[in-house]
């Protein structure tokens, strides 16, 4: 690598962030510099409370800020004075096809030279600063001229700082584009299966977490990605899903996107079923009922909420008119009423009269019928369900959308537990269900 290298990503988010930070960490002579448009969360990079959270994550960017890693507004300085530029050189999911749609632009605007790279990020969020530390692989996809192989060597060089060569890939752009999509489709597709398989669980008195476990032995299928949920969330999986089966359809391909499609159907249909059991279990009405809702992320360690199972959930008890207390270590309560007025369409005045956000688990079960998790935190395990259960209308209710909860124990105070994916508690209403 060059001494001096300087490189500007656009885009301060979950992706920006972490995998900048990332860099500057691991490449000391490369000067990182993130830009934004957005004030707010410029100075929150630079301050101690940094935008998103992200385990790892403050740690790494209080050693390399103000050293080899930048935060500005300043997005024209930024690119003026970059050799590479990310969002330029595409990072985050995108449809394929869009490094020819930013080629021409800035071919089209004239006198600077670029070249055009795709590299896809596959991190996690939660894990988002030991999946960038060891990842899989780094995949970077180039033009076949010689400037584009030029281009793809310099990007492979800055990861190989501490990536293995034999896990930075190259190829063409678009088998680099499409590669991301086909990754979280794939990913997506397990998550559904197994939830098609923990409603097959519950009909037949099967455990999924059995059935996953000897499943995924098979080496060729691998334990991986089969925990059976209320349904998977997040900004990547549905949309990459719906990009491909918008790619597909146009491509005059109706029965493949129709088989990627059933992917989000069967997750649509998770939720359903899980707010279904709910209010079957209430004995067939939620409403007036004090439904505490345990987590709003999309899943744990992470404050996101993008297309979170929970914000379905909510919708669906509101529109049964439920009263549901939130509880979520992380999740901002703005974020929360931002999503739930754009989920029901109601005014903020409006869905206070079902919601309540709490600042503790207790606090939510307070007076509540039913519990129910939507989000697979930690601290969920270590609650006290005896000191919950006193202040619980009785029958006391457990419904848990991540099987993370201690069923056996639970019973054994007294609750009557629906888990996703498991035998049925005998004492469950399960009429109309
Ligand atoms: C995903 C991809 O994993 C990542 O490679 C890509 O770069 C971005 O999209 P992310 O959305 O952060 O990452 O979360 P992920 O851990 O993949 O989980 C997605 C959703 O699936 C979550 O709601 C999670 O709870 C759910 N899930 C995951 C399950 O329900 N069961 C599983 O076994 C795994």
Redo the contacts with the bound molecule.
């Keep these: 690598v060059q001494t001096g290298l300087r490189i500007c990503c656009i885009g301060a988010g979950y992706v920006g962030g972490p995998t900048m930070a990332m860099m500057a960490l691991k490449c000391p002579e490369v000067t990182v510099t993130i830009v934004d448009i957005s004030v707010p969360r410029i100075a929150a990079w630079n301050s101690d409370e940094l935008p998103i959270y992200e385990p790892g994550l403050d740690k790494v960017v209080k050693a390399c800020r103000g050293k080899n890693l930048f935060f500005s507004t300043d997005v024209d300085q930024g690119i003026r004075d970059a050799d590479i530029i990310f969002v330029v050189v595409e990072k985050s ?1 995108v449809p394929i096809k869009t490094a020819e749609a930013i080629s021409a632009v800035l071919h089209g605007a004239g006198k600077t030279r670029f070249d055009v790279l795709s590299n ?8 988002a600063m030991t ?1 960038l530390d060891n990842p899989d692989r780094v995949l970077i996809g180039g033009n076949m001229n010689e400037s584009g192989q030029a281009a793809v060597a310099k990007l492979a060089d800055v990861y190989a700082h501490w990536v293995p060569r034999e896990r930075i890939l190259t190829t063409n752009v678009w088998s680099s584009e499409l590669s ?1 999509l086909v ?2 489709s794939f ?2 597709q ?2 559904s299966s ?2 098609a398989v923990s409603a097959i669980c519950e009909a037949s008195g099967a455990d999924v977490d059995e059935v996953a476990r000897a499943v995924g032995m098979d080496s060729r299928i691998g334990p ?14 549905q949309k990459d899903i719906l990009n491909l089966v918008y790619l597909c359809q146009s491509m005059g391909l109706p029965d493949v996107a129709e088989y990627f499609h059933s992917v989000v159907t069967m997750n649509d249909r998770q939720k359903e079923r899980f707010v279904s059991r709910i209010i079957h279990g209430l004995f067939n009405t939620v409403t007036g009922k004090r439904i505490a809702l345990l987590g709003f992320a ?2 744990k360690d ?1 404050g996101d909420t993008r297309e ?2 929970a914000i379905e959930i909510c919708r669906r008890l509101i529109e049964e008119r439920a009263s549901v207390c939130i509880y979520d270590p992380k999740v901002e309560a703005n974020q929360i009423w931002m999503d739930l007025t754009a989920a029901t369409r109601l005014d903020r005045t409006e869905v206070e009269k079902y919601v309540t956000l709490c600042d503790s688990a207790y606090e939510a079960a307070a007076g509540a019928h039913a519990l129910a998790v939507a989000t ?1 935190w930690d601290e969920f395990k270590g609650l006290d369900f005896a000191k919950i259960q006193d202040g619980m209308v009785k029958p006391c209710f457990v419904f848990d959308g ?1 099987n993370v909860l201690d069923h056996a124990a639970l019973r054994k105070l007294g609750y009557i537990v629906y888990a996703i994916g498991k035998p049925l508690d005998p004492k469950l209403n399960t009429n109309f269900c």
């Design positions: 999911t896809p990020e596959f991190l996690a969020e939660g894990t999946d991301k990754a979280n990913l997506a397990r998550v197994i939830n991986k990605f089969l925990k059976a949920s209320v349904g998977f969330g997040g900004s990547c999986f999309f899943k992470t979170s199972a697979e991540r």
